[in-house]
C-alpha cells in the first residue's frame, strides 16, 4: 500500500510531464544491483536504480549524494561498505524528485541530510516522508552558498537559480575538482522542466552559465543520469538551452503556435550526441510559451 501510494504520486507527475527518463517508476521486481565506476580514488559513481548517486570517501566518513529510489537506500548502503569501512555520516540531495531523494529513509538516522531550502519545501510535500515520520527528511539548509568540511575534505554546495526545480543544488568536491550537477544536467537532452517544483525553461540557460562561471576549478561533471561529462560541456549546456530559449522564444513573439513550434524545431548541427525527444519537445515549448505569457 505505501509502495503504492509513492509510485502512483510519482506517476502522476511523469504523466504530466509526458513520461521521461527522470522520472521513471522505480522496478517491481528483480534484484537492485548498483554498479559503481571509480571517478577519483576516494570518489565513486553508484548507478542504477535513479539517479547517478556519489559516493565521496574522507577521512571520517562517507558523504553521499542523492539516494535514488523507493528501497535503493539500503543497497546503496551495501555498495558502500564493499568500498570503505567508514561510516556514512553525510547526505546532500541535488533536487526534490523521488528518484533522487526516496532511499533517504532507508538512512541511519544519525546522518546528517543537508539540500537547498526549496528542496526542503518540496520534499515537506513528499508522501515518503510523511509516511516515514520525517526520517530521511532534509536537516539543514542553504539559499546561496555551504560549505561543508575542510581541507582535502571540502565540500561547496551552491545554488544559482531555477531550472530542472527551484532547488538544484551544486556539489562541489574541490580537491578532486569535481562536481555533481544533478539532473539540471541530467545528460545531453532537452531538460526536464518540473514546472510543479519551480522549473523554469527562461531561466535554465542562464542558471547553467551562472553555474559555468560561478564555479571555479571543476573539469569534471557527475550528471543526473548520464555519463560524466567536461566543463565545456556544461559550457555548452548551457548555450544549447539558451539557443532553445530564443528559437522559441522568437517564435512566441511571432505568433507562431506551440504546436508549429514543436512539429519544427531543429535542433542546430554543431550539437553533437544530444536526445531530442518529441514529447519532451512540445512540453518544453509549451512551459516556455507559458512563462512568456503566450
Ligand atoms: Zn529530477
Request: some cysteine.
Amino acid at each position: 500500500m505505501r509502495r503504492a501510494t509513492v509510485l502512483c504520486g510519482m506517476i502522476a507527475v511523469g504523466a504530466l510531464s509526458l513520461g521521461v527518463a527522470a522520472f521513471q517508476p522505480p522496478a517491481q521486481q528483480g534484484p537492485k544491483v548498483v554498479e559503481v565506476e571509480k571517478v577519483k580514488d576516494n570518489l565513486f559513481m553508484l548507478k542504477g536504480g535513479g539517479g547517478n548517486t556519489a559516493v565521496f570517501v574522507t577521512a571520517n566518513g562517507v558523504t553521499v549524494v542523492d539516494a535514488k529510489n523507493p528501497g535503493w537506500g539500503q543497497p546503496i548502503l551495501d555498495k558502500i561498505k564493499e568500498l570503505t569501512p567508514k561510516p556514512v555520516t553525510l547526505l546532500i540531495n541535488t533536487h526534490t524528485h523521488g528518484d533522487h531523494v526516496s532511499g533517504n529513509v532507508e538512512f541511519p538516522a544519525t546522518v546528517d541530510i543537508v539540500v537547498q531550502e526549496n528542496t526542503k519545501t518540496n520534499m515537506e510535500k513528499m508522501p515518503i516522508f510523511k509516511e516515514s515520520g520525517g526520517k530521511g527528511m532534509a536537516k539543514r539548509t542553504f539559499k546561496d552558498k555551504m560549505t561543508l568540511g575542510s581541507g582535502k575534505d571540502r565540500v561547496d554546495l551552491y545554488y544559482f537559480g531555477r531550472g530542472h526545480t527551484n532547488g538544484d543544488a551544486w556539489i562541489v568536491f574541490p580537491e578532486l575538482r569535481v562536481v555533481h550537477a544533478g539532473d539540471i544536467f541530467s545528460g545531453k537532452n532537452l531538460p526536464l522542466l518540473d514546472t510543479n517544483n519551480g522549473g523554469s525553461g527562461v531561466e535554465i540557460g542562464d542558471t547553467l552559465a551562472k553555474a559555468h562561471d560561478g564555479i571555479k576549478g571543476v573539469d569534471t561533471i557527475i550528471t543526473g543520469h548520464s555519463t560524466l561529462m567536461t566543463w565545456n560541456d556544461l559550457a555548452e549546456y548551457a548555450q544549447f538551452n539558451k539557443d532553445f530559449l530564443r528559437d522559441v522564444r522568437a517564435a512566441a513573439t511571432g505568433g507562431k503556435a506551440a504546436d508549429d513550434v514543436a512539429g519544427t524545431w531543429k535542433i542546430a548541427d554543431k550539437y553533437k550526441g544530444y536526445t531530442i525527444q518529441d514529447a519532451r519537445l512540445k512540453t518544453n515549448v509549451q512551459v516556455v510559451y507559458k512563462e512568456v505569457g503566450k
